[in-house]
Structures are given as structure tokens and as C-alpha cells.
């Protein structure tokens, strides 16, 4: 057997690299999964790559309410309850210096990275309370617990969830419900070739060079892959970590030691 068997999850950001692979990981080790995420194409790509009947879509935009209700309404339609809720839908936003960004360029990444995860907690929460319990994980960063330049909205937003993840982890002990965060260092994809190819225009800089620069400052000499963390959140939705709740799981390559 399998270490999410009958286990049910939604994974939001479902159809990005890191989504995909903890969607892939999840099917494999028992689970049934809902993959949610505002880009249709991708998704059916996403389904199709992990095949079987063990995994499906929702399209849902996490910053309305509405759409969170739904996507927990269909893992429990189809699969009859939700386990594992996977926020980990998320943006970088622009690269710049504080006093550059548009309020409304704030207010869109909060929106997604903040907002959106806690509509999906106030969805989460009744269905999993429903099932006896459950596993939330969310997906944060080392910018949630280290401060970077330039991105000042991604960073607060990162380090919100980290706020809002141990307010839930506290209210929710009592109903058998965990939460954790997972917070990565730079994973190959494109939220960080985006980001390295902001900061590398900011300061002059290509964005390869960038790349190799930011490399050689992680203790391991390289960027995570997605699958890398997707074990990590594997642990964390599994009843092997069913004394693990209201922590900050780095998965870093060493990077805030």
C-alpha cells in the first residue's frame, strides 16, 4: 500500500512544475487527487501526463471564494471526502525597489499567495473536519522566513502564510487537522527564471549569470527540482508526520543554515 492510500487530495497551482509533481507523486502513493489551477490546457496536460483515474481538474481562480468552495466540492463528489489540501498556488509579482510598485501590483500578489490560501483553509477546514481529520500543507519559501530585496510583496506574502499556517495549526489541533508549510529554496521552473530574469534586468546583470550566482550561494550548488519538494510535502500530508503540525519545513539545499 501506498502512504496516502484512500487519502484524498487538492493540490492548487496544480498545473505548475512543482503542482504536477506533487500531484504525480501523490496518484502514485495511493492518493486520489484534484488538481486546481486557472490555466484549463495546462491542466488537461497535467492529468494527462499523470494518467489513470485516480486524478482530475478543477479550473479555479483561489482569490474568490466561490472557486475554493468548488474545487473541495468536487474532490468530495468524486472521491467522496478531502485528506490533503495542497495550497500552493502562487506568484512572484514584479521585481522592483519598494517605492517603484503600483498599489495594485501589491495587491496582486497578496491576493494570490495570501488571500488565496486562506479562502482555501476556509473551505478546507469543514470538509476535512467532516472526513475526522486531515493534512494542510502550504506551500511558502525561504523568502518566508529570510528577508530579499526587490520583492518586497512576494516576500510579505510568503512570510503571511507562515503567520496564517500557525494560527490554523492551532485552531485545528483539536479536530485532528495538521498544518505545515513547506518552504523552498529556488526550484528549476519558471516562477525563478522569471525572477532571475527581473532582478538580472534591474541590476544589469544576464540572467544566466544571475542564475549561476544565485547557485553558488546554495550549499548544495544547485536550484531544487520539483520532486525534490514534492517529498517533502509527501511526508507532510501522510500519517507519518502525525505529530507534525504548526511547523516550517525548509527545503533549502542548505540555503538558510
Known amino acids: 500500500m501506498g502512504r496516502l492510500e484512500n487519502k484524498v487530495a487538492v493540490i492548487t497551482g496544480g498545473a505548475g512544475e512543482i503542482g504536477q509533481a506533487a500531484g504525480a507523486l501523490f496518484v502514485a502513493q495511493g492518493a486520489q487527487v ?6 484549463e490546457d495546462r491542466l488537461r496536460d497535467a492529468v494527462a501526463a499523470i ?23 468536487a474532490a468530495e463528489e468524486r472521491y467522496g471526502g478531502l485528506d490533503i489540501f495542497l495550497a500552493n498556488a502562487g506568484v512572484e509579482g514584479k ?16 491576493n494570490v499567495n495570501v488571500k488565496g490560501v486562506f479562502l482555501g483553509l476556509q473551505s478546507a477546514i469543514p470538509a476535512m473536519k467532516r472526513r475526522g481529520g486531515g493534512s494542510i500543507v502550504i ?6 522566513v529570510e528577508g530579499y ?17 500557525r494560527s490554523a495549526a492551532k485552531e485545528c489541533a483539536a479536530d485532528n487537522i495538521r498544518v505545515n ?15 532571475n530574469s527581473g532582478m538580472g534586468e534591474l541590476v544589469g546583470i544576464g540572467a544566466e549569470d544571475l542564475k549561476a550566482a544565485s547557485m553558488a550561494g546554495i550549499p548544495m550548488q544547485r536550484y531544487g527540482r520539483p520532486e525534490e519538494i514534492a517529498q517533502v510535502m509527501l511526508f507532510l500530508a501522510s500519517d507519518d508526520a502525525s505529530w507534525v503540525t504548526g511547523s516550517v519545513y525548509l527545503a533549502d539545499g542548505g540555503n538558510t543554515a
Not at 59 to 73: H, S
Not at 182 to 195: A, C, T, Y
Open 181 to 195: 508549510t513547506v518552504n523552498p529554496s529556488p526550484v528549476e521552473g519558471r516562477m525563478i527564471s522569471s525572477l
Open 34 to 39: 484534484v488538481l486546481a489551477d486557472l490555466n
Open 95 to 110: 521585481v522592483k525597489p519598494i517605492p517603484d510598485f503600483d498599489e495594485s501590483e501589491f495587491d496582486s500578489v497578496l
Open 149 to 165: 530585496a526587490n520583492v518586497s510583496p512576494y516576500v510579505t506574502s510568503k512570510h503571511a502564510v507562515v503567520g496564517m499556517m
Open 139 to 144: 506551500t511558502s519559501s525561504v523568502a518566508g
Open 51 to 73: 494518467g489513470g483515474n485516480n486524478v482530475s481538474y478543477a479550473v479555479a481562480d483561489v482569490t474568490r471564494a466561490a472557486d475554493n468552495a468548488a474545487m473541495v466540492a
